[in-house]
């Protein structure tokens, strides 16, 4: 099987969100309909180094597959280093390179995003994985830095051996505003002949299709568009297949992912740590319920799935009584 051929099958996929996509989300949205997922960004000096909680991101369920391991850097050798520990120590599906990340701590040290303002080091960096990984490399990447050149980057990547890229339509200095530009989505599909696909402002099916229809990119990788909504997935599937649209997620199938998701989190990194990191993901599950003001506000003193279920009971009666708060 070629390379490429793993992605061309990736129609909608939920993109690596630092923070937010560990082990517990990807399992969710891979059940609501993804077709793939990355670990959160991992530092490929920092495991050259031995960084003990390096490994820990690399870690994912069988349920997550097909899965990527997503490394930063702005060295050839660790990236390389990276990839063949990742493939050696956790047999993922491909390895990722993130060369979009806008964050100036990432940026700072030369990795994410400032990456394209050197094609020969991204170059570098591309064939070094490729070298070290017998699975194949894809790279996730931004419009530009400055100004953009994701079209000419991209040539580059791909001739270095890249399998696939996802495209976030915005530079580095527009961070995520003002809109995507669809236009440079457009020209990245139309310079390179490996799969292409397009990220950015996606947070309902009608926007993947306008994507795929006005760039002709093989697919949508989403990000913020789904915390809180794994549902969408599913969603965008079906009406870029032109398949009857699942209803939206009613109050109870919504605080039954939330649950379900919380526990998985809780059984993998112990109950506390897990629910001081759910507090930020519960705030995207209450958006726009009855009582969502109030909810919200509580997330922030969640310490035990007990706490979360408590408020998800709040929640449900007040969808039950019909009040009008938000």
Do not use: W
Not at 32 to 41: L, T
Not at 56 to 73: C, D, K, N, S, V
Not at 167 to 180: C, I, K, Q
Request: overall charge neutral; glycine content about 8%; some cysteine.
């Amino acid at each position: 099987m070629k390379k490429t051929e793993l992605f061309s099958a990736f129609r909608v996929m939920l993109a690596p969100m630092a923070g937010f996509s560990d082990s517990s989300f990807r399992s969710v949205c891979m059940g609501s309909g993804a077709d793939a997922c990355i670990s959160e960004m991992i530092s490929a000096k920092a495991l050259r180094l031995g960084d003990k909680k390096s490994p820990l991101l690399m870690r994912f369920t069988e349920a997550e597959r097909p899965f990527g391991i997503q490394l930063f850097g702005s060295d050839p050798d660790d990236i390389a280093y990276g990839a063949e520990y990742a493939e050696k120590n956790f047999s993922p599906d491909f390895i990722d390179i993130n060369m979009g990340c806008p964050a100036p701590k990432i940026t700072g040290s030369g990795a994410g995003s400032k990456l394209m303002t050197d094609p020969v080091l991204a170059g570098e960096i591309v064939a070094a994985a490729v070298s070290a990984a017998t699975v194949p490399v894809s790279c996730k990447i931004r419009a530009g830095y400055h100004e953009s050149n994701a079209d000419s980057f991209s040539e580059v990547l791909q001739r270095n051996g890249a399998s696939c890229i996802y495209v976030h339509g915005r530079t580095r200095d527009r961070m995520y505003s003002p809109p995507v530009d669809l236009g440079i989505i457009r020209r990245v599909k139309e310079a390179v002949s490996i799969p292409v696909l397009g990220n950015g402002d996606i947070t309902s099916a009608e926007d993947a299709l306008r994507m795929m229809r006005e760039t002709s990119c093989d697919g949508v990788m989403v990000g913020r568009g789904s915390l809180g909504d794994p549902f969408l997935f599913g969603r965008i599937k079906a009406t870029i297949n032109d398949l009857p649209v699942p209803a939206l997620p009613s109050v109870e199938e919504k605080i039954s992912v939330l649950m379900r998701q919380a526990k998985a989190s809780a059984e993998e990194k112990g109950e506390r740590p897990a629910m001081r990191e759910m507090r930020k993901q519960a705030v995207y599950y209450f958006k726009g319920l009855s009582g969502a003001a109030s909810l919200r506000a509580d997330c922030v003193r969640l310490e035990t799935l007990s706490d979360l279920e408590a408020l998800c009971g709040r929640a449900l009666d007040a969808d039950r009584s019909g009040s009008t708060e938000i």
